[in-house]
């Protein structure tokens, strides 16, 4: 499993693309203001949260590379 933080933005949108084209499994951390309908139909898990807060964080990091 792979964690794209900032899954939405220019980079890391296209992060979850390519890795989605490769059939690998993705996690994008995204904001709840965040536009991720695209991320989730490419079928990445999406979990919604702040880089800021610890117990949001702890969630999205386990079972990833």
């Given at each position: 499993?792979y964690?794209?933080?900032?899954?939405?933005?220019?980079?890391?949108?296209?992060?979850?693309?390519?890795?989605?084209?490769?059939?690998?499994?993705?996690?994008?951390?995204?904001?709840?203001?965040?536009?991720f309908?695209?991320?989730?139909?490419?079928?990445?898990?999406?979990?919604?949260?702040?880089?800021?807060?610890?117990?949001?964080?702890?969630?999205?990091?386990?079972?990833?590379?």
């Amino acid at each position: 499993m792979y964690l794209v933080t900032g899954a939405t933005g220019g980079l890391g949108r296209r992060i979850v693309r390519l890795l989605r084209t490769r059939d690998l499994p993705v996690r994008a951390f995204v904001r709840l203001t965040s536009h991720f309908a695209e991320l989730e139909n490419r079928g990445a898990e999406i979990l919604i949260g702040d880089l800021q807060r610890s117990p949001d964080v702890e969630k999205p990091v386990g079972g990833c590379e």
